[in-house]
């Protein structure tokens, strides 16, 4: 149980870490320069990410909730597949607040979204998924087969 809580602190670290930059920053900037940071759905308009990034948002009724401590776990065991593919994380533990995702998304209880760089909903998933299965779902996307190949493409 300690090892679980440890490692949700390392996960959630680094929205704390970036709250002081909030202020200075964007939340598009702070994404393009650590890839790896975590966002609070509060905190970001989900359009400044169109065209740029694939939002993965994870909904939980709360942050002890262990689906959502289990889905945290999974992301964190490859962050660098995610980086890969313009992957950004975005939380919304708190149904109270009524952030704009979930009034958009309707959650019921525990879901992860995935969201396509056009904005559209591409996966909705009731139950925690790893990123080797997110990274299949990715990848047979036609963006981001455009993007594999235009990386294998010899420059002139």
Request: net charge negative.
């Amino acid at each position: 149980m300690f090892k679980t809580l440890v490692l949700i602190g390392a996960v959630l670290a680094p929205m704390a870490a970036h709250a002081t930059d909030a202020a200075t920053d964007t939340p598009l900037a702070q994404w393009q320069a650590d890839g790896t940071v975590i966002f609070d759905a509060a905190d970001v308009d989900i359009d400044d990410f169109q065209w740029v990034a694939r939002p993965i948002v994870i909904f939980a009724d709360s942050a002890a909730d262990p689906r959502f401590r289990q889905q945290m776990e999974l992301l964190a065991a490859l962050p660098d597949e995610l980086v890969t593919r313009d992957v950004v994380l975005i939380t919304d533990t708190d149904p109270a607040a009524k952030s704009a995702l979930r009034t958009k998304l309707r959650p019921r209880g525990f879901m992860l979204a995935l969201i396509g760089k056009d904005g559209g909903v591409r996966l909705r998933k009731p139950l925690p998924w790893d990123v080797r299965e997110l990274s299949r779902s990715i990848d047979k996307m036609p963006l981001r087969q455009q993007e594999i190949r235009d990386r294998r493409a010899p420059t002139e």
